[in-house]
């Protein structure tokens, strides 16, 4: 027998079927793991509201104490000869674990039942079918009294019998057609209901039927929905007609102290109508979700704190640029811009000795900069009037055209003559070519100038710059360039060559954090220590000081933002723009974008592009 029949619980006797219930033990094999061992339980209402295929059963897994819907064929009784294969321990710790688990079950039961009845066997607890009703709507007297009975609890806590075939049961089963992502080895599940009190029960092993008697019973089942149809149609007649019988029945029925279902009433249009079905409101709704918090938290999108915005230091110095001999220009240099890039790159060259005006679009982000001796004004247009080289620093193609091209901007001046222009945003080729034609048809000078790194290196003055275009204005920028970078390239006069550098070596970035922060989190299922692995790496010759830093920060999951993750997303969509354009085929560029998509939809937009481990997480 080969190594994937012994871990499948598919095959065997094809006759022998097994009817599963509540509070059997069992067998549970889910894709990607082993065989489990588990036991069937009524579903919490956070799977009711998960689709899943036919046929499924609601699992809790032993150890890892979680829920999750398995296909029936993938359940075998706990008991059985196979019990000895499954039950080896030559398999993961976590299967041990849980091995260890269930055998305390067997000899004490009440833990682990209080934890099922927390999170899905209260009193108040509504039942899967409660929902079917709900979604198929109340088609009769009967139905609502046995709503009313299965809420209230008989003996059974609430709990209704499972019956097979059942036309409740059927429909939910065909309503839903997708697998559960829940794996065994998952956190347990958490629950905000309080438990209630839980009975010793006694273990049971499902019974085997063969095919026909299961055939037998969906067909009995199946003509008990026949005979429910019917009886509905006739109750819809007497609707239709007024019944005075129907209506003297009903009375009776109050009268006699059966409880009217809380928010149910039949509404005079709906009595007219062939179908006869009772109208649902709200309130019986909130009912049920009360009872179970659990559901309206599954309704709440997880809110991501956004990291705080860290104000500029003025007062801090770099040690590395406090060793650099720097002798400032005499020109006066305007910076339109003071993000994170911008406000750093400004403070350095206040730091200096140059002299600088400022604009941002938000005015309070000026004032540590006019208090360090900057000048400050009120329009992109201003700046141009009283600087001799204009820097541009914003967060995308859109924000740098729009301070060239709109209301206010560097064109309005008309004439730039002895003018120099500096794009320092991280754009498109097109983009540069657009603004340099903009900017020398008004007789100034463009140069693009890209700069490539962090935050954290922007403040020690160790970027990168990639510089093209007008060669006068890269030597006027010299004593700034020697400011902020460590190194410096001009790539010649054509513009656009340094835009397609900078996202070329965004894109090497880009994979390389998604396969780093893939690698971490296998190492996370494994249960391997993440600061093990970033010891190991920086032993090896694929070292490098940017994966470490980011594979710590991952480790201690502090992305504190560096390179916000918005911005490696909007580069990756750029150079997928660019390779489109070439016909290039760029598949794991496009799956990298596709990663870095899913974790801003997160909420870790603003966060460091190293947020992207939460998403390989999952």
């Given amino acids: 027998m080969s190594k994937n029949k012994k871990l499948s619980l598919s095959g065997g006797d094809t006759t022998e079927k097994f009817i599963y219930k509540p509070k059997d033990l069992i067998w549970a094999k889910m894709k990607g793991f082993t065989p489990w061992p588990g036991m069937i339980v009524e579903p919490p209402l956070d799977l009711l509201t998960q689709q899943r295929r036919a046929n499924t059963k609601c699992v809790f897994f032993f150890g890892s104490r979680n829920f999750a819907w398995i296909e029936e064929n993938n359940i075998k009784p ?35 039942d209080e934890q099922i009845n927390e999170s899905c066997g209260g009193a108040n607890h509504a039942t899967e079918a409660d929902f079917d009703k709900i979604r198929d709507g109340l088609d009769s007297d009967e139905n609502a009294t046995e709503l009313l009975d299965t809420s209230a609890g008989d003996g059974n806590n609430g709990v209704v019998p499972h019956v097979v075939g059942s036309p409740h049961e059927s429909d939910a089963l065909d309503a839903n057609n997708a697998d559960s992502s829940v794996s065994p080895n998952a956190g347990a599940a958490s629950s905000t209901t309080t438990p209630a009190s839980a009975k010793p029960q006694v273990k049971r092993t499902p019974k085997a039927k063969s095919s026909a008697a299961v055939s037998v019973t969906k067909s009995s089942g199946k003509a008990a929905g026949t005979k429910s149809a019917q009886k509905r149609r006739i109750s819809s007649h007497q609707a239709v007609s007024g019944s005075a019988g129907s209506s003297a029945k009903r009375g009776k029925r109050a009268a006699s102290g059966d409880a009217a279902a809380p928010g149910l009433h039949l ?20 009912s049920l979700s009360k009872r ?22 003025m007062n801090s110095r770099s040690n590395t640029l406090a060793d650099r001999e720097i002798v400032p220009s005499d ?24 002299k600088v005006v400022v604009w941002n679009r938000t005015i309070d982000k000026c004032q540590p900069f006019v208090e360090a001796g900057a000048d400050v004004k009120d329009t992109p247009m201003d700046v141009v009037e009283a600087a001799d080289v204009i820097f541009c620093c914003v967060s995308d193609p859109k924000g740098a055209k729009d301070l060239v ?5 560097v064109l309005q001046l008309k004439d730039l003559r002895n003018k120099a222009y500096v794009e320092m945003s991280t754009i498109d080729p097109e983009t540069s070519l657009d603004i340099g034609e903009g900017i020398k048809q008004c007789n100034g000078r463009y140069l693009e100038a890209q700069i490539h790194g962090s935050r954290q290196e922007a403040a020690d003055g160790m970027l990168i710059i990639l510089a093209g275009g007008d060669r006068s204005v890269f030597e006027e920028c010299h004593s700034c360039f020697k400011t902020i970078a460590k190194n410096t390239f001009f790539l010649g006069t054509d513009i656009g060559n340094a835009c397609k550098v900078n996202l070329i070596l965004q894109t090497i970035l880009g994979v390389s954090l998604v396969g780093l922060a893939e690698a971490l989190a296998l190492a996370d299922r494994f249960s391997i220590s993440l600061n093990d692995i970033i010891d190991i ?19 201690k999951g502090d992305f504190n933002p560096q390179q916000p993750l918005s911005h490696m997303q909007r580069d990756l969509r750029l150079v997928l723009n660019m390779a489109e354009n070439l016909d290039q085929s760029m598949p794991v560029t496009s799956i990298t974008n596709e ?5 801003k939809r997160l909420g870790y937009s603003e966060h460091d592009s190293s947020a992207v481990f939460v998403r390989s997480r999952f």
């Fill in 267 to 286: 509404d005079g249009a709906s009595s007219s109508s062939p179908t006869g079905k009772r109208r649902i409101e709200t309130d019986l709704l909130a």
């Fill in 292 to 313: 179970a918090p659990n559901a309206i938290a599954l309704l709440d999108r997880p809110v991501v704190t956004r990291p705080e915005t860290q104000a500029i230091d």
């Fill in 78 to 112: 706990f008991e059985g000869p196979w019990k000895e294969e499954l039950a080896k321990v030559s398999k993961p710790a976590a299967f041990r674990h849980a091995m260890n688990d269930i055998d305390k079950y067997f000899e004490d039961p009440t833990e682990v």
């Fill in 331 to 354: 020109q006066t240099f305007g910076f339109l811009g003071l993000g994170m890039m911008g406000s750093t790159i400004v403070k350095d060259l206040i730091y200096t000795g140059h």
């Fill in 405 to 409: 091209f709109g209301n206010c901007g």
């Fill in 537 to 555: 790496f920086d032993l090896t010759s694929m070292k490098s000081p940017l994966l470490l830093a980011k594979g710590k920060e991952m480790a």
């Fill in 595 to 599: 990663v870095f998509k899913h974790t």
